[in-house]
């Protein structure tokens, strides 16, 4: 159906009521639809989307939250209530009872809390999305493979050291582990990602894990300008955290007393080496050329 049939469609739909009087609304609107659908096949296929489950993450082995995607049907939210249900895979209990999310708030919208009297870390749990009465969605897991760290926080760096030719310098980058991940007992062992670029670069450099807080950076260009950032993941997991805030590193410039000084000492040895080597090879000369008068 092209465009000027759709038009003609719509025309009578307004002017049903006023003449007709024997066509419902619904039966136009139903035509109209139909001529949507003609036009743009494509509204057919997106006009409906069940819910999915997004992510479920456990910041620091103690909770851990689900979130899931929005129920859109015909372009439209879906006014029915989506409700989470999960259930404790016990091996020890002979039935699996199915309860409803403790907490629809704290995590924001679409989600699903579950705090400390809720989380079991060494017992899978199974989770599922339902509307309507009929389930949509659903998924099994461990608390301990969903382990995402929040990001490492108070990021610094110090200068180690300039080199004689003032064009590169190396520091050290310290940060601290999220203040919520048990890492003094032992509950969580965090290992870090650093990664670093100059700031007009579009690729990151990555730095291999490490289980410390602080790392050397070495041979950095003294007149650019460095952008710094560190996740962290539970060690031996895939896992990794949201970055830390970006740290800027802008090195300091080395005075110009300070260059000639550096350059001071090279090129005197230089010169004296230099007249050294005259000085000898004027002897051997003179020394030869007493042996030949000689003979």
């Not at 007709?20 to 039966?27: D, F, N, V, Y």
């Not at 743009?40 to 995607?69: A, D, I, M, V, Y």
């Not at 190396?170 to 990602?193: C, F, H, T």
């Not at 550096?262 to 040895?269: S, T």
């Given at each position: 159906m092209?465009?000027?049939?759709?038009?003609?469609?719509?025309?009578?739909a307004?002017?049903?009521?006023?003449?007709?009087?024997?066509?419902?609304?619904a039966?136009?609107?139903?035509?109209?639809?139909?001529?949507?659908?003609?036009?743009n096949?494509?509204?057919?296929?997106?006009s409906s989307?069940?819910?999915?489950?997004?992510k479920?993450?456990?910041?620091?082995?103690?909770?851990?939250?689900?979130?899931?995607?929005?129920?859109?049907?015909?372009?439209?939210?879906?006014?029915?209530p989506?409700?989470?249900?999960?259930?404790?895979r016990?091996?020890?209990?002979?039935?699996?009872?199915?309860k409803?999310?403790?907490?629809?708030?704290?995590?924001?919208?679409?989600?699903?809390?579950?705090?400390?009297?809720?989380?079991?870390?060494?017992?899978?749990?199974?989770?599922k999305?339902?509307?309507?009465?009929?389930?949509?969605?659903?998924?099994?897991?461990?608390v301990?493979?969903?382990?995402?760290?929040d990001?490492?926080?108070?990021?610094?760096?110090t200068?180690?050291?300039?080199?004689l030719?003032g064009?590169?310098?190396?520091?050290?980058?310290?940060?601290?582990?999220?203040?919520?991940?048990?890492?003094?007992?032992?509950?969580?062992?965090?290992?870090?990602?650093?990664?670093?670029?100059?700031?007009?670069?579009?690729?990151?450099?990555?730095?291999?894990?490490?289980l410390s807080?602080?790392?050397?950076?070495?041979?950095?260009?003294?007149?650019?300008?460095?952008?710094?950032?560190?996740?962290?993941?539970?060690r031996?997991?895939?896992?990794?955290?949201?970055?830390?805030?970006?740290?800027?590193?802008?090195?300091?410039?080395?005075?110009?007393?300070?260059?000639?000084?550096?350059?001071?000492?090279?090129?005197?040895?230089?010169?004296?080496?230099?007249?050294s080597?005259?000085?000898v090879?004027?002897?051997?000369?003179?020394?030869?050329?007493q042996?030949?008068?000689?003979?």
């Amino acid at each position: 159906m092209d465009l000027w049939q759709l038009l003609l469609t719509l025309a009578l739909a307004g002017s049903s009521d006023a003449f007709s009087g024997r066509e419902t609304t619904a039966a136009v609107l139903s035509r109209v639809s139909q001529s949507l659908l003609s036009v743009n096949p494509g509204l057919k296929t997106n006009s409906s989307k069940e819910p999915k489950f997004t992510k479920c993450r456990s910041p620091e082995l103690e909770t851990f939250s689900c979130r899931w995607t929005d129920a859109v049907h015909h372009g439209l939210k879906s006014p029915g209530p989506i409700q989470l249900f999960y259930t404790r895979r016990n091996t020890q209990e002979g039935t699996q009872e199915w309860k409803e999310c403790p907490d629809y708030v704290s995590a924001g919208e679409n989600s699903c809390y579950f705090n400390s009297s809720f989380t079991s870390i060494w017992i899978p749990y199974c989770i599922k999305l339902t509307s309507n009465g009929g389930t949509v969605d659903e998924k099994c897991f461990s608390v301990d493979q969903i382990v995402q760290p929040d990001p490492p926080i108070a990021l610094n760096w110090t200068l180690l050291n300039i080199s004689l030719t003032g064009v590169h310098a190396d520091i050290q980058v310290r940060w601290e582990a999220p203040s919520n991940a048990d890492i003094q007992k032992g509950w969580m062992v965090l290992e870090y990602e650093l990664q670093y670029k100059e700031v007009n670069e579009t690729q990151w450099k990555m730095m291999d894990p490490i289980l410390s807080t602080s790392v050397p950076l070495y041979s950095l260009r003294v007149d650019k300008e460095y952008e710094v950032r560190v996740r962290s993941r539970q060690r031996k997991s895939e896992n990794y955290g949201e970055f830390s805030e970006v740290l800027y590193v802008k090195l300091p410039q080395m005075s110009q007393f300070t260059c000639e000084e550096d350059f001071y000492y090279p090129w005197l040895l230089i010169i004296i080496f230099g007249i050294s080597g005259l000085t000898v090879m004027l002897f051997v000369f003179l020394f030869s050329k007493q042996q030949r008068k000689e003979n």
